[in-house]
């Protein structure tokens, strides 16, 4: 015989520490689960009671802002003096910034679960697109669609993408102060885990981002439009949509060479 | 004709009374309009059959009795069921409203964060649509 009872001890001993080392960390997995576990659950619980108190905040402070704004409307059908005219024009432009805040700060709060159902997404483009189409009309911006006629209905909440593609849409206007163009395209693809992906990338040519805003700008509250009304919630509200549905978000962008944000959603 | 007989009678019910003060200064300066105002949900049905407005623009969010409860309650009465009755709340921007509008087709949803402008536009279109019967 080949084999001597030294060899199968020594096996037999080392099989014994791979077991022991595996049973450790299969004990160490479970506690790093149960961790996680707990920690999604006060993460969920915290933004739930969130979701609640900004809820209530909101509207509290919706309805005082809604009272100066008919103050702002009385003076200006009351008086006609220039400075007086910009004047109510910038307190009007700051009670809409603050409204805008709330909303953004109770989307953000808010533990929205989609509602999946089987979506045609070029509807949902092209719905999106409609409502923006009077800011992309104002900014002399371009539209160019390259939507795959093939594209599969994906399940997706309609009422969510739509809000990712209008916050998408809006952010390549802002991108664009001089006019330019807008191309949004979708088409099928795999990704890297060689699952079936819809990819819908929508590319501006404005002003682009620099690397260290692009490292940043899912963060929430971070905006480097804070001077023109940006609330910094609008793209972390955009990722977590997309990672609800199972989906990815990046952004390619580099500064005076526009930027160009990619959705990779599945499709099975 | 007195010029008050061309005048749309709207009837604000909000429980914020600076807010309804001045919504009726901006709607009769800048319309035909002729606006009576209440803060106390408990008297919209008593002011609605005196009054028999053109229209009722109702807060959502009240104290002591929501929107949805007066409008059962007007819906409910004889001599108010057939006034229409347009919600204006401040928990939709109108940003949403436009949205929930280009959706359901819905035009009963108005937005307080909205411009006085556009409210007469909507104004103006459910009383048209009433007085066509639609």
Known sequence: MGIHMNDIDKTKEQLINELSELRKQYVELKKASAALERARLIQSQTMSSLGVLSAGVAHEIKNPLSIILQGIELMEVSSSKEGVVDILA????????????????????RENTPTLKETDLAQVINESLSLVDHIFSLKQIN???????????????SNQMKQVFINLFTNAAEAMRE?????????????????????????????????????????????TKRKSGGTGLGLSVVKGIIEKHRGSIRIESEPGKGTNVIIELPYS | MDSSELKKKILVVDDENSFCVLLKANLEKRGPFEVLTTSNPHDVVRLAKEFQPDLILLDILMP???????AAELKGNNYTEDIPIAFLTALADEEDVREFRSRTGDKYILS???????????????ITAKSRGE
Request: hydrophobic share 40%; proline share 2%.
């Open chain 1, 179 to 223: 006019g330019g163009t807008v191309t949004v395209t979708a088409d099928i693809s795999e990704n890297f885990n060689k699952e079936k992906i819809v990819r819908i990338a929508v590319a501006d040519s404005g002003c682009g981002i620099s690397e260290e805003d692009k490292q940043r700008v899912f963060d929430p509250f971070y905006t």
């Open chain 1, 90 to 109: 910038m307190m009007k432009d700051a009670v809409f910034r603050a409204s805008r805040i709330t909303k953004d700060l109770l989307t953000f709060s």
């Open chain 2, 112 to 126: 307080k964060l909205g411009t006085n402008k556009e409210l007469m536009v909507s104004i103006t279109e459910i």
């Open chain 2, 64 to 70: 002591g009795m929501d929107g949805m409860t007066v």
């Open chain 1, 143 to 157: 539209i160019v669609g390259k939507l795959s006629d093939d594209l599969p209905r994906v399940r997706a909440d």
